[in-house]
């Protein structure tokens, strides 16, 4: 599984979303049901709790064979 960033979201992260780390994306794609978004047709939600914190994510993303395409990330509160 390759995991590709868009820059929309690699702006986010630089920016406002410093504490969402990589390592907790991929915790979050492996350990949650993939649900269908409500928006778009192709993208996909992963909503998950991050053990350390005890906070939930929830990342927009899309895929296509062996590649995972995130759009965003970003804390439920």
Request: hydrophobic letters at 35%; proline letters at 3%; aromatic letters at 12%.
């Amino acid at each position: 599984m390759e995991i590709i960033y868009s820059k929309h979201w690699l702006r986010k992260q630089s920016r406002k979303r410093k504490d969402i780390t990589n390592d907790m994306i991929e915790l979050c794609l492996k350990n949650s049901k993939e649900l269908k978004d409500n928006y778009w047709e192709n993208a996909f939600n992963v909503i998950s709790k991050i053990p350390p914190s005890g906070r939930t994510l929830k990342i927009v993303y899309k895929k296509s064979n062996q590649k995972i395409f995130i759009i965003t990330a970003f804390w439920l509160e």
